[in-house]
C-alpha cells in the first residue's frame, strides 16, 4: 500500500526556498532541509528526487511569482521614465525592507553557478534575457530607438542585479535613489 504524504508541498518549497535564500545553494544541506520542511530523506527523495531538483522548482516558483508583477507594472504605466522609476525604486524597497539582508534570490543564484549546473546557468541566462527584451519592448512603446532601448535595458538589469548584491552590506537610499535617477536620466 502507497504511503500517503503528511506535509503541503507548496509550503516545503516555501520553506526551502528561504533557506536556499538566507544560505545559498551550496551551503544549504539535505540535513537542513529536511529539518526546515519536516520531513524524512525518503519523503523527500520521493518527492523532490534531489537538492538540486528542489532548487530547481524554487527558482521557478520564485520566477513565475515575480514577472508578472514586472510586466503589469509596465503595462500600466504609459509614461516610460514613470514606469521604469516605478520599478526601480520598488525594488530598492523591497531590498532596503528585507531584514534579514537576503538580496534577490535568482541575483544570489548567479554566484551559484558551476561547472555542474548548466541547467541553472540557461535557466538564469534566459530568465534576464527575458526580463531585458520585456524591457526594451517597454521602451519602444515610448518612442526609444532600439539600440538605445538595448543598452538602457542591459544597463537596468546589470543594475538590478548588482543593487541586489550591494544592499546585502549597503543600505544608503540616497545613493541607490541618485543611481536610479541618473539611470532614469539616460532617457532623454
Given at each position: ?42 519523503s523527500f527523495y520521493a ?85 531585458e527584451q520585456l524591457l ?8 526609444i530607438q532600439p539600440r ?41
Amino acid at each position: 500500500m502507497p504511503r500517503v504524504k503528511l506535509f503541503d508541498k507548496e509550503e516545503a518549497i516555501k520553506k526551502a526556498m528561504e533557506l536556499f535564500w538566507e544560505k545559498g545553494y551550496e551551503a544549504t544541506s539535505l540535513n537542513d532541509l529536511t529539518e526546515s520542511i519536516g520531513i524524512g530523506k525518503g519523503s523527500f527523495y520521493a518527492t523532490f528526487n534531489s537538492k538540486r531538483e528542489l532548487f530547481n522548482i524554487c527558482f521557478d516558483v520564485y520566477r513565475n511569482s515575480n514577472v508578472p508583477f514586472i510586466e503589469q507594472l509596465l503595462g500600466s504605466e504609459s509614461n516610460i521614465k514613470v514606469g521604469l522609476q516605478k520599478l526601480l525604486e520598488f525594488n530598492l524597497e523591497q531590498l532596503l525592507n528585507d531584514q534579514k539582508h537576503r538580496g534577490c534570490f535568482l541575483a544570489n543564484s548567479c554566484s551559484e553557478i558551476d561547472g555542474e549546473n548548466e541547467n541553472l546557468q540557461v535557466k538564469l541566462m534566459k530568465h534576464y534575457k527575458y526580463i531585458e527584451q520585456l524591457l526594451v519592448n517597454y521602451m519602444k512603446r515610448g518612442q526609444i530607438q532600439p539600440r538605445k532601448a538595448e543598452s538602457i535595458a542591459a544597463m537596468i538589469v546589470t543594475f538590478l542585479i548588482g543593487m541586489s548584491q550591494q544592499s546585502k552590506i549597503n543600505s544608503d537610499r540616497k545613493k541607490y535613489s541618485s543611481s536610479i535617477n541618473y539611470l532614469i536620466g539616460l532617457l532623454d
